[in-house]
């Protein structure tokens, strides 16, 4: 199985994709992490320090793919899930989606994609340009990333428009959003409403989850010394058991820009106003 997982730039993509990784692995999957952002820190909460990367590898090699081995790219990281890191051009130059597109043809010459059982792409930000939509070229299912933000929400909507594009030529489908550190769902509903797929996980507003990332810690691991955190992985364990459900999801039927722009900011200009109530409904409240 092979999953894609995209939203607005700084969302936490990386920290829930790391999470997700582990759940996986916790129930019995191998898994592969890729990281596909030029400042390849996906994987870091899973190994604890910036690996090298494909882009970095196959330079001191002179590109000459036959002389890297996967124990080159490819590092351990907590629970055992192994990780990779694209890497990128540098800034200003040069496609990052091509570099994706390297990395996959490298693993697959070393026979990297036939050793797992889940391979989950994590990509950079909420570019939807051609390079950056690679990965759904790959992929069974893709994972948006959101919060309760009308942002993300837009950033949410052009992602579900490459997948619905992608679905066109592959057998890709959207497995649903995951909201992430927001403390409401309001918004995220009016666009569900409108926008309809499923909403595989919202997480609350929890400190813990910024930390691990500044510890280069999944949760998981921080738990294992502070057992009350496990609360929090069962966030992440039910993401991971409805994604090897194989779910349906969905081909998504995105809003056009205008439409979701009027919808999104229609409900911060005209909130829904609780009823006026009278002084003796008011009273009859109080004494319920």
Same mark, same amino acid.
């Given at each position: &199985?092979?999953?894609? !997982?995209?939203?607005?730039?700084?969302? /936490?993509?990386?920290?829930?994709? @790391?999470?997700?990784?582990?759940?996986?692995?916790?129930?019995? &999957?191998?898994?592969?992490?890729?990281?596909?952002?030029?400042?390849?820190?996906?994987?870091?909460?899973?190994?604890?320090?910036?690996?090298?990367?494909?882009?970095?590898?196959?330079?001191?090699?002179?590109?000459?793919?036959?002389? %890297?081995?996967?124990?080159? %790219?490819?590092?351990?990281?907590?629970?055992?899930?192994? @990780? !990779?890191?694209?890497?990128? #051009? #540098?800034?200003?130059?040069? @496609? /990052? *989606?091509?570099?994706?597109?390297?990395? %996959?043809?490298?693993?697959?010459?070393?026979?990297?994609?036939?050793?797992?059982?889940?391979?989950?792409?994590?990509?950079?930000?909420?570019?939807? @340009?051609? /390079? +950056?939509?690679?990965?759904?070229?790959?992929?069974?299912?893709? &994972?948006?990333?959101?919060?309760? /933000?009308?942002?993300?929400? +837009?950033?949410?909507?052009?992602?579900?428009?490459?997948?619905?594009?992608?679905?066109?030529?592959?057998?890709?489908?959207?497995? *649903?959003?995951?909201?992430?550190?927001?403390?409401?769902?309001?918004?995220?509903?009016?666009?569900?409403?409108?926008?309809? &797929?499923?909403?595989?996980?919202?997480?609350?507003?929890?400190?813990?989850?910024?930390?691990?990332?500044?510890?280069?810690?999944?949760?998981?691991?921080?738990?294992?010394?502070?057992?009350?955190?496990?609360?929090?992985?069962?966030?992440?364990?039910?993401?991971?058991?409805?994604?090897?459900?194989?779910?349906?999801?969905?081909?998504?039927?995105?809003?056009?820009?205008?439409?979701?722009?009027?919808?999104?900011?229609?409900?911060?200009?005209? #909130?829904?106003?609780?009823?006026?109530?009278?002084?003796?409904?008011?009273?009859?409240?109080?004494? %319920?």
């Amino acid at each position: &199985m092979k999953l894609a !997982v995209y939203g607005k730039g700084g969302i /936490g993509k990386s920290t829930t994709s @790391c999470n997700i990784s582990v759940a996986l692995a916790k129930r019995g &999957m191998k898994v592969l992490q890729i990281g596909c952002d030029p400042k390849h820190d996906s994987t870091f909460t899973l190994t604890g320090f910036l690996i090298p990367t494909i882009i970095d590898t196959l330079q001191e090699k002179d590109y000459h793919y036959e002389n %890297v081995w996967p124990e080159d %790219v490819i590092y351990k990281g907590y629970g055992g899930v192994d @990780c !990779v890191e694209a890497g990128g #051009p #540098p800034a200003g130059s040069g @496609c /990052g *989606g091509y570099v994706v597109g390297e990395t %996959v043809k490298l693993l697959k010459e070393l026979n990297a994609f036939d050793e797992y059982d889940v391979i989950l792409f994590d990509v950079l930000g909420d570019v939807v @340009c051609g /390079g +950056f939509a690679a990965p759904l070229n790959y992929s069974d299912y893709c &994972m948006i990333v959101t919060d309760n /933000g009308f942002d993300a929400l +837009f950033a949410a909507n052009r992602i579900a428009a490459s997948v619905r594009e992608k679905a066109r030529t592959h057998p890709l489908r959207l497995a *649903g959003l995951i909201g992430n550190r927001t403390s409401k769902r309001d918004l995220i509903d009016k666009y569900v409403d409108a926008v309809p &797929m499923p909403v595989l996980e919202v997480l609350p507003l929890i400190e813990d989850i910024r930390v691990s990332r500044v510890k280069g810690k999944t949760l998981f691991e921080m738990a294992d010394k502070e057992p009350s955190l496990g609360y929090v992985c069962d966030y992440y364990l039910n993401i991971a058991d409805q994604i090897l459900a194989r779910p349906e999801g969905v081909i998504p039927q995105d809003a056009q820009d205008r439409e979701l722009f009027s919808l999104l900011s229609d409900f911060y200009l005209n #909130p829904s106003k609780s009823p006026v109530l009278n002084p003796e409904e008011q009273l009859d409240l109080m004494i %319920v």
